[in-house]
T-cell receptor, first 113, second 113 residues
Framework: TQLLEQSPQFLSIQEGENLTVYCNSSSVFSSLQWYRQEPGEGPVLLVTVVTGGEVKKLKRLTFQFGDARKDSSLHITAAQPGDTGLYLC?????????????FGKGTLLTVNP | DAGITQSPRYKITETGRQVTLMCHQTWSHSYMFWYRQDLGHGLRLIYYSAAADITDKGEVPDGYVVSRSKTENFPLTLESATRSQTSVYFCATWTGSFNYGYTFGSGTRLTVV
């Protein structure tokens, strides 16, 4: 059972377009992270969201954590070729001493010049 | 250099051979993790460690062995490599704070022929 569902799986857009990537679950997360992974490298943390309803901005990237802490979204404004990569959401489930991150399968974004 | 380093970056081995992938961190983070990343499966947890001499199985531990005699090192051994273990392997560390995510190494691309 996939705990974190990401959509879409693949996204190919033109430079300057806007896009949104979704991360959904039936489980509650104590915190949720977004990572970007470039070819040949490990995932790199972009942001951590902790509070339900929280919105964080990182230049052209906007991250939102759902009110119930079960879902999150990543919105990119005016995408650039440098945004190309695999975007992964990952969460720590609530409760107990669970310190293992659960990862979604990722959204592969290609931004064409 | 500070950080997390994995070695080797690339490895080709034959079926049945024992292979050890190395992971070294300079931060003294308590938590360390081994993941494999495969198309269609995303990142899957193999083993993790909460501290020196404390290790536990993840989602896909069969065929792998880990040890952690020192906080900074977390080697992963494939006891008798099989073709199904051809993958990209990532090591990660974590501070222990839910406000922060994992820090990943650059990965080892392993091919079993």
């Amino acid at each position: 059972t996939q705990l974190l569902e990401q959509s879409p799986q693949f996204l190919s857009i033109q430079e300057g377009e806007n896009l949104t990537v979704y991360c959904n679950s039936s489980s509650v997360f104590s915190s949720l992270q977004w990572y970007r992974q470039e070819p040949g490298e490990g995932p790199v943390l972009l942001v951590t969201v902790v509070t339900g309803g929280e919105v964080k901005k990182l230049k052209r990237l906007t991250f939102q954590f759902g009110d119930a802490r079960k879902d999150s979204s990543l919105h990119i404004t005016a995408a650039q070729p440098g945004d190309t990569g695999l975007y992964l959401c990952a969460g720590f489930t609530s409760g107990g001493s669970n310190y293992k991150l659960t990862f979604g399968k990722g959204t592969l974004l290609t931004v064409n010049p | 250099d500070a950080g997390i380093t994995q070695s080797p970056r690339y490895k080709i081995t034959e079926t049945g051979r024992q292979v050890t992938l190395m992971c070294h961190q300079t931060w003294s983070h308590s938590y360390m993790f081994w993941y494999r990343q495969d198309l269609g499966h995303g990142l899957r947890l193999i083993y993790y460690s909460a501290a020196a001499d404390i290790t536990d199985k993840g989602e896909v531990p069969d065929g792998y062995v880990v040890s952690r005699s020192k906080t900074e090192n977390f080697p992963l051994t494939l006891e008798s490599a099989t073709r199904s273990q051809t993958s990209v392997y990532f090591c990660a560390t974590w501070t222990g704070s839910f406000n922060y995510g994992y820090t990943f190494g650059s990965g080892t691309r392993l091919t079993v022929v």
